[in-house]
């Protein structure tokens, strides 16, 4: 079966960095767009960033832009988020998620804490 397994969360200070990775498995990792989620306490889902399947190519959340910078490794089946310059509203749980067409798949999630 598919699975999106994510790694490298934890706590970090302001002005700090992070990075994710997500890895998959049980599926054609090459033809699918990757995307990162966040979630903070109270509030909906939103897009942080994606990365297509063809070109590569990446867009980003106003608030994340200039900051944090999305990449893919289709030999490694492996998704990044390098996050740089973190500010306390970063602080959510991060997903990772595979789309291609109507099929989409979901990561567990990965805490990160932006705290002095």
């Known amino acids: 079966q598919v699975q999106l397994v994510e790694s490298g969360g934890g706590l970090v200070q302001p002005g700090g960095s992070l990075s994710l990775s997500c890895t998959a498995s049980?599926?054609?990792?090459?033809?699918?767009?990757m995307s990162w989620y966040r979630q903070a306490p109270g509030k909906e889902r939103e897009l942080v960033a994606t990365i297509t399947s063809r070109y590569g190519s990446t867009t980003y959340a106003d608030s994340v832009k200039g900051r944090f910078t999305i990449s893919r490794d289709n030999a490694k089946n492996t998704v990044y988020l390098q996050m740089d310059s973190l500010k306390r509203e970063d602080t959510a749980v991060y997903y990772c998620r595979a789309q291609r067409g109507p099929a989409g798949y979901w990561g567990q999630g990965t805490q990160v804490t932006v705290s002095s």
């Open positions: 049980g599926l054609t990792f090459s033809v699918y767009a």
